[in-house]
């Protein structure tokens, strides 16, 4: 499929969808959704994904961006699933090194915990065994002195040591976008803003489905062999409209925070204990911010009641922060942007009254009698696995209903996301030697870490309108160039796209990215055909909702 123009590739798309016989549809534009597309079209088979708002707009773009083997799974005696983990962390690191990057973590221990350091210790040894020689790096064991040395802004008072230990992390957003335009460039037919509303059934098994273009109001009969329901917290919703039974959800909601790193003063992502309940939360490094989460507390108003930062999720947080980095003193006027997602789990029996810290984790995959393949639950981290077993399903389902054509194995495992083949250091020296793009080093190594080798991509931009070199937002390196590549080559259509999951200037920075909203418009204009009053509604629009959540938590 053409993805090299923003309005030209979803034209092209539309079309297809109508006029095409798929193999496999895929409903949700998630990590899943994306990882499901990606490995089918890498064995061969034709293949469409619809997407009822934008890509990774769902869950995955809220997570805690962690690719990590999951200590706390250990701690509750989930081998198998910390192992799985491990194994796909290392396996991201080589396909995508510019967006799966070691991180060093502490984990102080307290008086007072019944988590003790030789526990710790045993845990973590576990951690790195079952990483094996693919571990980032060995964990150690720190005294309280070495602890004050590594991060000064920990409370000492009562401190017994901690143990570091290193795991990964990703932009999620940018993870969903790259593994969608690699399933693009191999043939697949991608499409945002197209909702599924229905099935089209032949002698009771699933034909197709019928779609609505959430732009243009038209309405699509597209005709797959094999339907894939990827569509995260909505999945038992999906799967209603296949018949009653199917997945069933418990939705719970994780609120994350940011706040400028220099207030709290961590290196390291540092591993807390909640204050209120002891739940596991982190403090994660994010350039000069750092990332505080997450909540874990039911949602019972359904996946179509979005999930907000509230000013008791913004309390629950800041006092765990503020009682661990004393000097943080952070209040919620501190905190510079936050976003709240929804984890789809697998409700259990409803004679286990669990937390929703305890309902599990692991995914499930279903098939339904009509050959509706739906999977809930899941970690971003096991998403190219995950994907694998369910493709393994539609092939063996294709092959049943009498297919006799050849298909390819999985390619996954080894075939690089596009950005992901050179290390993004190689790439910005060789960019910033070449020199003459009037950007400083920081900024090219900044959208080198980000695009990897798509880089140059987005330097061409500033060869042909220089004033593309400039930035969004004064104090951050994301540069107007990424705006433009972001619409004519990542499929983002308003604002939100571009500054939230295609930048994440308006995470870090939410007052700033509604400053930029004006300019930014103008960029997105002159390539979407927005006249100025569109532009002006569209910036107007993005500012009144940044105001809006700001209010919500003060
Ligand atoms: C707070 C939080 C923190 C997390 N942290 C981590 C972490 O650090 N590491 C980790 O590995 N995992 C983490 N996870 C889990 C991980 O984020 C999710 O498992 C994963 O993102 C789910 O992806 P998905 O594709 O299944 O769902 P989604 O990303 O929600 O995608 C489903 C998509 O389907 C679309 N859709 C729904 N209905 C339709 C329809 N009818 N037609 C068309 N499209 C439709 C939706 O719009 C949505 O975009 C976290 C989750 C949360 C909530």
Sequence with gaps: MRCDNGAGWRADALAALGREQFDLLVVGGGINGAGIARDA???GLKVAVVEQGDFASGTSSRSSKLIHGGLRYLEQGNVKLVWESARERERLRRLAPHLVRPMRFVYPLYRGSKLRPWMLNAGLWGYDLLA??????RHRMLRPAAVQKVEPALRMEGLRGAGEYWDCWTNDARLVVETMLSAAQAGAVIVSRVRAVGFIKEGGRIAGA??????GGAEITCRARAVVNAAGPWAHKVSELDGPGGVRLRLT???HVIVPRSRV?????LVLHARRDRRVMFVIPWGTHALIGTTDTDHPGGPDVPPRVEADDVAYLLETVNYYCPAAALRPSDVVGGYAGLRPLIAPPESEALSPSAVSREEEIH???SGLISMAGGKLTTFRLVSEQIVDRVVAALRAAGDSRTFGPCRTVDTPLPGGRVDPAILADRAIAQNGHRMSGPVIAHLAAR???RLADVLSHVQQDSSLAAPVVPTEPDARAEVAHAVEHEFAMTLEDVLIRRTQLGLVDASGSAMA???VARVMATRLGWDEATAAREAAAYAAAVASDRERWG
């Design 210 to 215: 019928r779609l609505v273009d959430g732009v």
């Design 517 to 519: 909203a004006p300019e």
């Design 253 to 255: 909601k994780g609120v």
């Design 41 to 43: 079209v890498l064995r």
């Design 367 to 369: 098939t339904a009698a």
């Design 451 to 453: 695009y990897g080798e």
């Design 265 to 269: 003063g961590n290196d390291a992502a």
């Design 132 to 137: 094996g020689i693919r571990s980032v790096k």
